[in-house]
């Protein structure tokens, strides 16, 4: 079992897709990834030597931020937002969407907790 940056990878996957089991790493990047370290991209994970799986560590832990570093970084750009009092911030603390989105009919996962068919009456008891 390959284990990157806290992340077991999945065995028989593709190290192009198994790398995106890592929070931080899409496909792009992944592939941006392998292509530096010269591994091909159809190469299975349980294959990779283990001189790839470090030289993949030390371009992981260089040059980006991933995991726990990454969700911290989030969080507090989150909770800056809300401490200032910002738009953005206001639906992140109310657990609204923030875009721009519609929340009348959509947004039901967003708004849970709420009752979501208001107005619909109930059966008759017999």
Do not use: C, F, W
Request: net charge positive.
């Amino acid at each position: 079992m390959t284990r990157i940056a806290g992340v077991d990878l999945p065995k028989n996957k593709r190290i192009e897709i198994g790398l995106t089991y890592i929070y931080g790493i899409g496909k792009s990047k992944a592939q941006k990834i392998l292509r530096k370290i010269n591994i091909d991209l159809d190469t299975k994970t349980n294959r990779l030597t283990d001189k790839q799986i470090i030289s993949i560590k030390e371009i992981l832990s260089k040059e980006h931020e991933i995991e726990g570093d990454l969700r911290r970084l989030r969080a507090i750009s989150i909770k800056r937002l809300i401490e200032i009092g910002s738009y953005k911030g206001r639906r992140h603390g109310l657990d609204l969407p923030l875009r721009g989105q519609r929340t009348r009919t959509n947004a039901r996962t967003k708004r849970s907790g709420r009752k979501t068919m208001t107005g619909k009456k109930k059966a008759p008891r017999k």
